[in-house]
């Protein structure tokens, strides 16, 4: 079975402060990892994307990979009101992705 | 920026009718993927889809399921003898190659059956 565990939140943050969300997964043979948005009633937007160990970032938002850990994470800096979203961590091996149910984030103005 | 284009935005159906839910990928994308999301859910893989044939399906995939590329352009999802656990969003997403390359992701078919 092929499994990503997401804290589910909700995740309250004050704007300006840094969110930090993670994401767990069973798959061994993973390959790349995706970080997507998704608003209420609304599709999956890709945030990140990262498929070596450490650290990439992208203007407020890093990823991170520790594939020894089985564990992916996601910071936002300088969060805004606008990020207030649910945050989905996707795993994916050989076309087979998988989503975490994701984590609600409020960023509190 | 190329999107991927999903139709219809909404599809109502009776139980136990057929389905086609549309999708036209971004033209230079070469792999093809569908999802659905039950409402509160999480998003579930159900298909991906290169060189006119299944690359790789999840165990939701079964034979009330089937998907084609009858054309250059769209990509479809034929979902048989719907059930009211069929209700769902559907979504469609392209990416330009395996091995993981980054998918984009439609705007979804919200299908209620009834």
């Known amino acids: 079975q092929k499994e990503v565990e997401q804290n589910s939140g909700p995740l309250s943050v004050p704007e300006g402060a840094i969110a930090s969300l993670n994401c767990t997964y069973s798959d061994r043979g993973s390959q790349s990892f995706f970080w997507y948005r998704q608003y209420s009633g609304k599709s999956p937007e890709l945030i990140m994307f990262i498929y070596s160990n450490g650290d990439k970032e992208d203007g407020r938002f890093t990823a991170q990979l520790n594939k020894a850990s089985q564990y992916v994470s996601l910071l936002i800096r300088d969060s805004q009101p606008s990020d207030s979203a649910t945050y989905l961590c996707a795993v994916n091996n050989n076309n087979d992705m998988r989503f975490g149910a994701g984590t609600r984030l409020t960023v509190k103005p | 920026e190329p999107e991927v284009t999903q139709t219809p935005s909404h599809q109502v159906t009776q139980m136990g009718q057929e389905v086609i839910l549309r999708c036209v990928p971004i033209?230079?994308?070469?792999?093809f993927y569908w999802y659905r999301q039950i409402l509160g859910q999480k998003v579930e893989f159900l298909v991906s889809f290169y060189n006119n044939e299944i690359s790789e399906k999840s165990e939701i995939f079964d034979d009330q399921f089937s998907v084609e590329r009858p054309d250059g352009s769209n990509f479809t999802l034929k979902i048989r003898s719907t059930k009211l656990e069929d209700s769902a969003m559907y979504f469609c997403?392209?990416?330009?190659?395996?091995?993981?390359?980054?998918?984009?992701f439609g705007d979804g078919t919200r299908l209620s059956i009834l």
């Open positions: 033209s230079n994308h070469l792999y």
């Open positions: 997403a392209s990416s330009t190659g395996t091995g993981g390359q980054p998918q984009h």
